[in-house]
């Protein structure tokens, strides 16, 4: 009878850790079997933890092998963030990009991961390399996210087809759900014409030099939902490209916004403005004031009508952006959305839906 009940214990465990080879479409649009759920992921973008959490909640950490730097260099107040609440987190390893080489190929193959997760903006980049054979040919799935190029169809989908790969579809779903409700309302109430703007990438992170713009990819979409005319969209790159001083003195946009960041750690000179997990708003709006007070950008019409904000940098790729959306269109469309309130939204939805307790400064203005 003892050996009977082992026997079914053990034939109940075999069922229950079984993999279902399942074919699921990414965001690249390829279609890529794989075994699911998927018990070992490893993420190219360490900042991807926040779309792991939101998808998959903290029961899905224990499942990622490993992940880049990214954290460390792009974002350390969400590293701090999540560290402080998630101390297990500074046990997974981390490897090192470099520009010259990125990962290592043969340190991710140790980690063995059975997922790589990338994002759909640096495919060209995997594609035209040996990255991603080298992975493939080890048996590794190489599955595409996109928070940045087609924002508002791609971040849903994306948050589910994460759902998907982890076992939690309930969960992603709810964010889908929530995500689309936000974006209609804001859609709903907009009307045309929209006021012009420019969208500085990266303010100040290399001294006070000037100035990157984004086109039509990353923030420059999110100042378009959040209605906003981007004056450079159909004559820059998608992803951007530098201008002038006198350009955007030609330009001058109704309103010029700017994002920012804790860079610190990629440049020790950076001089942008510090926003994010644990920022202090007043420190924050001396930074602001500083660029703002550049050659040529002080002449703004914008700068003079105080239509001038600084946000989040980090927005630009990860699932939160609806509410970078929301308070560009609240500071763009200050009756419209009156009775918006995005940074009470934004701390509600971290308190639902990722472990994150920190608060943080996410934007400010002039």
Request: charged share 20%.
């Amino acid at each position: 009878m003892k050996w009977l009940l082992t026997g079914l214990l053990c034939l109940v465990s075999v069922i229950a850790s079984a993999k279902t080879p399942t074919l699921i479409t990414d965001l690249q649009g390829r279609e890529v079997s794989v075994d699911l759920p998927v018990e070992k992921l490893f993420l190219i973008d360490g900042r991807d933890i926040l779309s792991v959490d939101i998808a998959a909640g903290q029961d899905a950490f224990s499942r990622i092998v490993g992940w880049s730097d990214s954290l460390e260099q792009y974002a350390p107040d969400l590293k701090q963030a999540y560290f402080s609440a998630v101390p297990e987190l500074a046990k997974i390893p981390t490897l090192r990009k470099t520009r010259e080489t990125g990962i290592q190929i043969e340190k991710l193959l140790e980690l063995a991961p059975e997922v790589v997760l990338m994002h759909k903006s640096n495919y060209a980049a995997m594609r035209d390399s040996q990255f991603m054979p080298q992975l493939e040919a080890a048996g590794i799935k190489v599955i595409f996210i996109d928070f940045r190029m087609d924002i508002a169809n791609n971040t849903p989908k994306s948050i589910v087809l994460l759902g998907e790969l982890l076992g939690t579809q309930e969960r992603a779903n709810r964010f889908a759900k929530l995500y689309q409700e936000k974006l209609a309302a804001i859609e709903e109430q907009l009307k045309k014409p929209y006021p012009s703007v420019l969208i500085e990438a990266n303010a100040g992170l290399f001294t006070d030099s000037c100035c990157q713009l984004y086109g039509r990819s990353g923030f420059g979409v999110l100042a378009s939902l959040a209605g906003g005319k981007n004056l450079v969209e159909d004559k820059f790159p998608a992803k951007g490209a530098e201008s002038s001083i006198e350009n955007i003195i030609t330009l001058n946009p109704d309103f010029y916004l700017l994002t920012g960041a804790d860079w610190q750690n990629f440049n020790r000179r950076s001089t942008a403005v510090k926003l994010g997990y644990y920022a202090d708003a007043t420190v924050a709006k001396k930074q602001l004031a500083k660029l703002v007070d550049r050659q040529g950008i002080s002449s703004l019409t914008a700068v003079k009508d105080k239509h001038v904000m600084a946000v989040y940098h980090n927005f630009y790729n990860n699932p939160m952006n609806i509410f970078a959306i929301e308070a560009m269109a609240k500071f763009m469309h200050p009756q419209t959305f009156a009775t918006l309130e995005p940074e009470q939204n934004l701390q509600e939805f971290l308190q639902q839906f990722t472990a994150i307790k920190a608060n943080g400064v996410f934007w400010i203005a002039l």
